[in-house]
C-alpha cells in the first residue's frame, strides 16, 4: 500500500495543551487505484503524521458531513 498524504489543516484541540485536529488528504489510501479520502485526525501529543484516532471520509460525502457538523452549534 502506497498512499500519499498531504496534511491541509492543523487546529488546536480546545481543553489539551499539545493536542491538534489534523485534516488531510490521502490519495490511494486502500491501494493503487482507490479513490481519495479527507482524513480527521486527532493526536493529544501533537503529532499530526501519527494521530491517535482519525477517520477517513470519502470525497463525495464531505458535504453533507459539514453541513451535519454545522447543525450541532
Same mark, same amino acid.
Do not use: F
Given at each position: 500500500?502506497?498512499?500519499? !498524504? +498531504?496534511?491541509? @489543516?492543523?487546529?488546536?484541540?480546545?481543553? +489539551?495543551?499539545?493536542?491538534i485536529i489534523s485534516i488531510?488528504? !490521502?490519495? /490511494?489510501?486502500?491501494?493503487?487505484?482507490?479513490?481519495?479520502?479527507?482524513?480527521?485526525?486527532?493526536s493529544l501529543s501533537g503529532?499530526? @503524521?501519527? =494521530? /491517535?484516532? @482519525?477517520?477517513?471520509? =470519502?470525497?463525495?460525502?464531505?458535504?453533507? !458531513? !459539514?453541513?451535519?457538523?454545522k447543525s450541532i452549534q
Amino acid at each position: 500500500m502506497s498512499s500519499s !498524504v +498531504t496534511i491541509i @489543516k492543523e487546529i488546536p484541540l480546545d481543553g +489539551t495543551k499539545k493536542g491538534i485536529i489534523s485534516i488531510s488528504k !490521502v490519495d /490511494e489510501p486502500y491501494g493503487a487505484g482507490s479513490d481519495s479520502v479527507a482524513s480527521i485526525g486527532i493526536s493529544l501529543s501533537g503529532d499530526a @503524521k501519527n =494521530p /491517535e484516532w @482519525k477517520v477517513h471520509l =470519502p470525497m463525495g460525502n464531505i458535504d453533507a !458531513v !459539514v453541513e451535519a457538523l454545522k447543525s450541532i452549534q
